[in-house]
């Protein structure tokens, strides 16, 4: 009986979980701290997915190097 539940409402499940544990969140932290966490949460999964699409580097540290030293150049 739980596998066909789950199989049928599983995202409505994981959506009430996860609203769930926010709610949790901001009765514990407050509104502005609980946006801050899922700020941070939606970073961390956008960088992981990121990087799971690439299956390389997430950037360039090189070209990173050369715009930083093309922007702080002293004597251009």
């Not at 789950?6 to 502005?32: D, E, M, N, P, S």
């Not at 700020?39 to 390389?56: A, H, P, T």
């Amino acid at each position: 009986m739980w596998r066909e539940f789950w199989g049928i409402y599983w995202k409505r499940l994981v959506g009430a979980a996860v609203g769930l544990f926010f709610g949790i969140i901001y009765l514990a932290f407050g509104f502005w701290d609980m946006l801050f966490v899922a700020l941070l949460v939606f970073i961390g999964y956008s960088i992981g997915k990121m990087k799971e699409q690439m299956n390389g580097e997430l950037f360039s540290w090189q070209r990173l190097w050369y715009a930083l030293q093309d922007r702080f150049r002293p004597f251009r």
